[in-house]
Protein backbone atom coordinates (compact mmCIF):
# COMPACT_ATOMS: atom_id res chain seq x y z
CA UNK A 1 0.00 0.00 0.00
CA UNK A 2 1.45 3.25 -0.61
CA UNK A 3 1.69 6.27 1.87
CA UNK A 4 1.24 10.01 1.20
CA UNK A 5 4.12 11.39 2.10
CA UNK A 6 3.58 14.26 5.40
CA UNK A 7 4.91 17.82 4.71
CA UNK A 8 8.24 18.64 6.65
CA UNK A 9 6.34 20.56 9.57
CA UNK A 10 4.54 17.04 9.96
CA UNK A 11 7.62 15.18 10.38
CA UNK A 12 9.51 17.72 12.32
CA UNK A 13 6.68 17.98 15.01
CA UNK A 14 6.47 14.44 15.51
CA UNK A 15 9.85 14.55 15.66
CA UNK A 16 10.42 16.95 18.33
CA UNK A 17 7.21 15.45 20.25
CA UNK A 18 9.28 12.00 20.00
CA UNK A 19 12.98 13.82 21.54
CA UNK A 20 10.89 15.24 23.95
CA UNK A 21 9.77 12.24 25.45
CA UNK A 22 12.50 10.10 24.81
CA UNK A 23 14.14 12.44 27.33
CA UNK A 24 11.93 11.78 29.72
CA UNK A 25 13.59 8.29 30.11
CA UNK A 26 16.52 8.39 32.05
CA UNK A 27 14.89 10.41 34.66
CA UNK A 28 12.22 7.87 35.32
CA UNK A 29 14.77 5.59 35.38
CA UNK A 30 16.68 7.12 37.93
CA UNK A 31 13.24 8.06 39.69
CA UNK A 32 12.73 4.18 40.01
CA UNK A 33 16.52 3.87 41.50
CA UNK A 34 15.47 6.13 44.08
CA UNK A 35 12.36 4.75 45.29
CA UNK A 36 14.26 1.37 45.57
CA UNK A 37 17.10 2.64 47.08
CA UNK A 38 19.98 0.77 45.46
CA UNK A 39 21.14 0.48 41.80
CA UNK A 40 22.38 -2.98 40.25
CA UNK A 41 22.06 -4.56 36.92
CA UNK A 42 19.16 -6.95 37.88
CA UNK A 43 17.11 -3.77 38.72
CA UNK A 44 18.10 -2.28 35.19
CA UNK A 45 17.36 -4.98 33.52
CA UNK A 46 13.63 -5.04 34.96
CA UNK A 47 12.77 -1.61 34.03
CA UNK A 48 14.05 -2.25 30.30
CA UNK A 49 12.42 -5.54 30.21
CA UNK A 50 8.78 -3.90 31.91
CA UNK A 51 8.60 -1.04 30.14
CA UNK A 52 8.89 -3.42 26.96
CA UNK A 53 6.51 -5.87 28.28
CA UNK A 54 3.79 -3.11 28.67
CA UNK A 55 4.72 -1.83 25.32
CA UNK A 56 3.94 -4.81 23.40
CA UNK A 57 0.68 -5.80 25.65
CA UNK A 58 -0.55 -2.29 24.45
CA UNK A 59 -0.11 -2.83 21.24
CA UNK A 60 -1.48 -6.44 20.95
CA UNK A 61 -4.79 -5.19 18.48
CA UNK A 62 -1.47 -4.36 16.01
CA UNK A 63 -0.80 -8.14 15.54
CA UNK A 64 -4.59 -8.53 13.39
CA UNK A 65 -3.13 -5.78 10.90
CA UNK A 66 0.22 -7.91 10.57
CA UNK A 67 -1.93 -11.14 9.60
CA UNK A 68 -4.01 -9.12 6.98
CA UNK A 69 -0.50 -7.73 5.49
CA UNK A 70 1.14 -9.28 2.37
CA UNK A 71 4.85 -8.32 3.61
CA UNK A 72 8.34 -9.20 2.39
CA UNK A 73 9.41 -12.18 4.62
CA UNK A 74 12.94 -9.63 4.76
CA UNK A 75 10.70 -6.87 6.42
CA UNK A 76 9.79 -9.49 9.03
CA UNK A 77 13.23 -10.68 9.19
CA UNK A 78 14.70 -6.60 9.80
CA UNK A 79 11.86 -6.11 11.89
CA UNK A 80 12.67 -9.11 14.17
CA UNK A 81 16.61 -7.95 13.71
CA UNK A 82 15.46 -4.27 15.09
CA UNK A 83 13.93 -5.63 18.24
CA UNK A 84 16.86 -7.83 18.83
CA UNK A 85 18.70 -4.59 18.85
CA UNK A 86 16.43 -2.72 20.50
CA UNK A 87 16.26 -5.06 23.51
CA UNK A 88 20.48 -4.86 23.43
CA UNK A 89 20.06 -0.52 23.69
CA UNK A 90 17.48 -0.93 26.66
CA UNK A 91 19.58 -3.51 28.60
CA UNK A 92 23.24 -1.54 28.62
CA UNK A 93 21.76 2.16 28.50
CA UNK A 94 19.29 2.05 31.42
CA UNK A 95 22.04 -0.21 33.29
CA UNK A 96 24.51 2.64 32.73
CA UNK A 97 22.00 4.85 34.48
CA UNK A 98 23.09 2.94 37.65
CA UNK A 99 26.51 3.88 37.05
CA UNK A 100 26.95 7.35 36.00
CA UNK A 101 25.42 10.46 35.62
CA UNK A 102 22.08 11.58 33.26
CA UNK A 103 24.24 13.71 31.48
CA UNK A 104 27.29 11.55 30.69
CA UNK A 105 24.92 8.68 29.99
CA UNK A 106 22.68 10.44 27.56
CA UNK A 107 24.78 12.37 25.51
CA UNK A 108 27.60 9.10 24.97
CA UNK A 109 24.29 7.01 24.06
CA UNK A 110 23.28 9.74 21.20
CA UNK A 111 26.79 9.57 19.57
CA UNK A 112 24.57 7.68 17.17
CA UNK A 113 24.75 10.00 13.82
CA UNK A 114 28.30 9.07 13.76
CA UNK A 115 27.83 5.53 14.74
CA UNK A 116 25.01 5.59 11.94
CA UNK A 117 26.72 7.45 9.36
CA UNK A 118 29.56 5.03 9.40
CA UNK A 119 27.45 1.68 9.71
CA UNK A 120 25.34 3.24 6.48
CA UNK A 121 29.09 3.84 4.57
CA UNK A 122 29.53 -0.08 5.02
CA UNK A 123 26.45 -0.84 4.22
CA UNK A 124 25.64 1.22 1.19
CA UNK A 125 29.54 1.73 0.18
CA UNK A 126 29.33 5.72 0.62
CA UNK A 127 32.55 7.45 0.62
CA UNK A 128 33.06 8.79 4.48
CA UNK A 129 34.07 12.88 4.04
CA UNK A 130 37.16 14.49 5.32
CA UNK A 131 34.41 16.52 7.39
CA UNK A 132 33.03 13.55 8.87
CA UNK A 133 36.32 11.82 9.63
CA UNK A 134 37.06 15.34 11.40
CA UNK A 135 33.73 15.29 13.25
CA UNK A 136 34.56 11.58 14.47
CA UNK A 137 38.02 12.86 15.85
CA UNK A 138 36.75 15.54 17.56
CA UNK A 139 33.72 13.22 19.11
CA UNK A 140 36.47 10.66 20.93
CA UNK A 141 38.29 13.71 22.12
CA UNK A 142 35.14 14.66 23.63
CA UNK A 143 34.15 11.69 24.87
CA UNK A 144 37.55 10.81 26.50
CA UNK A 145 37.43 14.46 28.33
CA UNK A 146 33.65 13.73 29.17
CA UNK A 147 34.87 10.44 30.61
CA UNK A 148 37.98 11.62 32.67
CA UNK A 149 35.43 14.48 33.86
CA UNK A 150 32.96 11.68 35.12
CA UNK A 151 35.04 9.66 37.10
CA UNK A 152 36.26 12.87 39.05
CA UNK A 153 32.84 14.05 39.50
CA UNK A 154 31.57 14.16 43.12
CA UNK A 155 28.40 12.12 42.41
CA UNK A 156 26.70 9.05 43.84
CA UNK A 157 28.13 7.57 40.50
CA UNK A 158 29.27 3.89 41.61
CA UNK A 159 31.09 3.20 38.53
CA UNK A 160 31.24 5.77 36.19
CA UNK A 161 33.90 4.16 33.64
CA UNK A 162 31.39 1.43 33.33
CA UNK A 163 28.54 3.13 32.78
CA UNK A 164 30.16 5.62 30.02
CA UNK A 165 30.98 2.05 28.39
CA UNK A 166 27.47 0.87 28.83
CA UNK A 167 26.15 3.93 27.55
CA UNK A 168 28.26 3.63 24.25
CA UNK A 169 27.29 0.28 23.34
CA UNK A 170 23.93 1.12 24.13
CA UNK A 171 24.50 3.54 20.97
CA UNK A 172 25.89 1.22 18.56
CA UNK A 173 22.80 -1.06 19.47
CA UNK A 174 20.55 1.78 18.87
CA UNK A 175 21.96 2.54 15.49
CA UNK A 176 21.78 -0.46 14.47
CA UNK A 177 18.03 -0.74 15.31
CA UNK A 178 17.48 2.57 13.59
CA UNK A 179 19.16 0.82 10.16
CA UNK A 180 17.28 -2.10 10.63
CA UNK A 181 14.05 -0.73 11.59
CA UNK A 182 14.05 1.84 8.21
CA UNK A 183 14.94 -1.12 6.09
CA UNK A 184 12.26 -3.07 7.37
CA UNK A 185 9.75 0.14 7.01
CA UNK A 186 11.08 0.61 3.43
CA UNK A 187 9.61 -2.68 2.64
CA UNK A 188 6.44 -2.63 3.03
CA UNK A 189 5.71 -3.14 6.60
CA UNK A 190 3.03 -0.46 8.44
CA UNK A 191 4.35 1.58 12.00
CA UNK A 192 1.92 -0.40 13.46
CA UNK A 193 3.04 -3.94 12.82
CA UNK A 194 6.47 -2.97 13.02
CA UNK A 195 6.78 -1.54 16.33
CA UNK A 196 4.20 -4.46 17.03
CA UNK A 197 7.24 -7.01 16.18
CA UNK A 198 10.02 -4.83 17.49
CA UNK A 199 9.07 -4.24 20.91
CA UNK A 200 7.93 -8.11 20.93
CA UNK A 201 10.86 -9.49 20.37
CA UNK A 202 13.03 -7.23 22.48
CA UNK A 203 10.36 -7.83 25.17
CA UNK A 204 10.95 -11.52 24.92
CA UNK A 205 15.17 -11.02 24.94
CA UNK A 206 14.53 -8.83 27.78
CA UNK A 207 11.98 -10.98 29.89
CA UNK A 208 14.22 -13.95 31.60
CA UNK A 209 17.69 -11.63 31.86
CA UNK A 210 16.72 -10.10 35.43
CA UNK A 211 16.22 -13.15 36.94
CA UNK A 212 19.77 -14.36 35.52
CA UNK A 213 21.04 -11.43 37.61
CA UNK A 214 19.52 -12.40 40.69
CA UNK A 215 16.19 -9.43 40.26
CA UNK A 216 12.72 -10.13 39.66
CA UNK A 217 9.79 -8.48 38.43
CA UNK A 218 7.39 -8.23 42.09
CA UNK A 219 8.26 -6.78 45.46
CA UNK A 220 8.99 -3.40 44.98
CA UNK A 221 7.74 -0.03 46.29
CA UNK A 222 4.78 0.97 44.47
CA UNK A 223 5.91 4.05 42.58
CA UNK A 224 8.33 2.25 40.74
CA UNK A 225 5.90 0.40 38.61
CA UNK A 226 4.05 3.88 38.21
CA UNK A 227 7.91 4.82 36.74
CA UNK A 228 7.50 1.91 35.01
CA UNK A 229 4.19 2.80 33.98
CA UNK A 230 5.10 6.35 32.35
CA UNK A 231 8.42 4.86 30.83
CA UNK A 232 6.11 2.68 28.76
CA UNK A 233 3.80 5.19 27.42
CA UNK A 234 5.93 8.29 26.99
CA UNK A 235 9.56 7.30 26.29
CA UNK A 236 8.25 4.21 24.51
CA UNK A 237 5.06 3.99 22.95
CA UNK A 238 5.23 7.62 22.31
CA UNK A 239 8.86 8.35 21.87
CA UNK A 240 10.29 5.79 19.98
CA UNK A 241 7.36 5.08 18.15
CA UNK A 242 7.49 8.76 16.85
CA UNK A 243 11.45 8.63 16.11
CA UNK A 244 10.44 5.43 13.89
CA UNK A 245 7.71 7.06 12.20
CA UNK A 246 9.96 9.75 11.28
CA UNK A 247 13.21 7.93 10.47
CA UNK A 248 10.51 6.36 7.03
CA UNK A 249 11.01 9.96 5.71
CA UNK A 250 13.98 10.98 6.83
CA UNK A 251 17.84 9.68 6.71
CA UNK A 252 18.55 7.76 9.80
CA UNK A 253 21.75 10.46 10.01
CA UNK A 254 19.26 13.21 10.46
CA UNK A 255 17.20 11.64 13.14
CA UNK A 256 19.82 10.59 14.87
CA UNK A 257 21.38 14.82 14.81
CA UNK A 258 18.09 15.79 15.90
CA UNK A 259 18.53 13.01 18.89
CA UNK A 260 21.30 15.65 19.78
CA UNK A 261 19.06 17.27 22.44
CA UNK A 262 17.90 14.43 24.45
CA UNK A 263 20.83 15.25 26.31
CA UNK A 264 20.24 18.74 26.92
CA UNK A 265 16.57 18.39 27.83
CA UNK A 266 17.55 15.21 29.79
CA UNK A 267 19.84 16.86 32.16
CA UNK A 268 17.71 20.20 32.55
CA UNK A 269 15.39 17.56 33.91
CA UNK A 270 18.06 16.11 35.95
CA UNK A 271 18.97 19.44 37.25
CA UNK A 272 15.31 20.33 38.14
CA UNK A 273 14.64 17.43 39.90
CA UNK A 274 17.62 15.61 41.63
CA UNK A 275 19.69 19.18 41.68
CA UNK A 276 22.07 17.16 39.65
CA UNK A 277 25.20 19.64 38.81
CA UNK A 278 27.82 17.99 36.26
CA UNK A 279 30.90 18.64 36.50
CA UNK A 280 33.12 21.11 34.47
CA UNK A 281 34.66 18.71 32.74
CA UNK A 282 31.72 16.67 31.94
CA UNK A 283 30.54 19.61 30.64
CA UNK A 284 33.14 20.41 28.17
CA UNK A 285 33.58 17.00 27.04
CA UNK A 286 30.04 16.45 26.75
CA UNK A 287 29.87 20.01 24.35
CA UNK A 288 32.76 18.82 22.78
CA UNK A 289 31.22 15.46 22.14
CA UNK A 290 28.09 16.67 20.98
CA UNK A 291 29.77 19.23 18.22
CA UNK A 292 32.16 16.36 16.45
CA UNK A 293 28.48 14.34 16.05
CA UNK A 294 27.34 17.46 14.66
CA UNK A 295 30.06 17.87 12.35
CA UNK A 296 29.98 14.51 11.38
CA UNK A 297 26.42 14.31 10.68
CA UNK A 298 26.54 17.51 8.42
CA UNK A 299 29.96 16.02 6.70
CA UNK A 300 27.99 12.87 5.64
CA UNK A 301 26.14 14.98 3.35
CA UNK A 302 22.75 12.79 3.56
CA UNK A 303 19.63 14.46 2.91
CA UNK A 304 15.51 14.01 3.43
CA UNK A 305 15.11 10.65 1.65
Not at 209 to 220: K, N
Not at 280 to 291: A, K
Request: with cysteine.
Amino acid sequence: MLLTKPTAWQVSLVLAVGIVAVSTAAIFARLAFEDLGRRSVGFSLVLAASRLILAALILLPAWRGLRQAALEPKALLYAGVAGLFLALHFGTWISSLAYTSVAAATTLVTTNPIWVTLLTGLWLKEKTTGLTWLGIGVSLLGGLLLALGDAHAETVNSNPLLGDCLALVGAWTFSLHMLFGRAAQRRGIGLGSYVAITYSVAAIVLLPLPWLFGAGYTGYPGRVYLWILLMALLPQLIGHTSLSWAIRWLSPTLVTLAILFEPVISSLLAYLIFQEIPGPLVLVGGGVLLLGVAAASVGSGQKTA
